[in-house]
């Protein structure tokens, strides 16, 4: 596709709900990253992959997220048991080889009552 | 934790102005990268400046870097409206892979 695309574009979830938010990076970029932006803040790092191995998940705030990228290519991120304070924009980027630029989707803008 | 402080919070200024935001960060870099997010979008990415660079440019666009005071600044020459939006500051820090840590940003209105 012409950029990178994350699905749904909102979701209202109820607290303790499970929610699942995907991500389908540029063709041929190896490099994935997700980031979670809380209002009026800058994003923040979440977690990383090369290809199908997550190389830093160092950002993940809590072991109720859970991002996985089986084959390399589609990425989600899974948020268990959702709390209001995961409410928040998560944005997906990809990077191709060598490449210093990443690309950001349009995010998606969860809400948790 | 965001890496640094962007300054100002706020910018509001006329069209055909110049505005100028600063970024300061805390660790060794690679490169500083400027991006812009429109209200409820997705961040564009505007510019990338190397360490080893003290200053360039691209189209309206100035960004200067100076690594022994750890700060950076954009300057947009010309303003328009269409500018309005929230311009981040990012570090891709020196970790072995490209992981950017972002400023808080400064919000820009232009008006018409």
């Known amino acids: 596709g012409a950029g990178v695309s994350q699905s749904p574009r909102y979701k209202v979830a109820k607290r303790g709900q499970d929610v699942a938010l995907r991500c389908d990076p540029i063709?041929?970029?190896?490099?994935l990253f997700w980031y979670q932006q809380a209002l009026g803040q800058g994003p923040e790092f979440l977690t990383y992959f090369q290809n199908e191995a997550q190389l830093d998940k160092s950002g993940l705030p809590s072991d109720r997220f859970f991002a996985e990228r089986p084959e390399g290519s589609v990425s989600t991120l899974k948020i268990q048991r959702t709390q209001q304070e995961d409410s928040a924009v998560y944005l997906c980027?990809?990077?191709?080889?060598?490449?210093?630029?990443?690309?950001f989707g349009p995010g998606t803008r969860l809400t948790v009552l | 934790s965001q890496q640094g402080e962007e300054d100002p919070q706020a910018l509001s200024i006329q069209e055909g102005e110049n505005a100028t935001m600063n970024c300061s960060y805390k660790t060794s870099i690679n490169n500083l990268q400027w991006y812009r997010q429109n209200s409820g979008r997705g961040l564009v990415h505007l510019i990338l400046?190397?360490?080893?660079?003290r200053e360039k440019h691209s189209g309206r666009l100035r960004v200067t870097l100076d690594t022994s005071k750890k700060s950076s600044s954009l300057l947009i020459t010309a303003s328009r409206a269409a500018d309005t939006a929230s311009y981040f500051c990012?570090?891709?820090?020196?970790?072995?892979?490209?992981?950017?840590?972002f400023g808080t940003g400064t919000r820009l209105l232009v008006s018409p």
């Open positions: 063709s041929g970029h190896v490099s």
């Open positions: 400046i190397r360490s080893n660079e």
């Open positions: 990012a570090t891709d820090v020196v970790t072995g892979f490209q992981k950017l840590v």
């Open positions: 980027a990809s990077s191709p080889p060598l490449g210093d630029t990443q690309y």
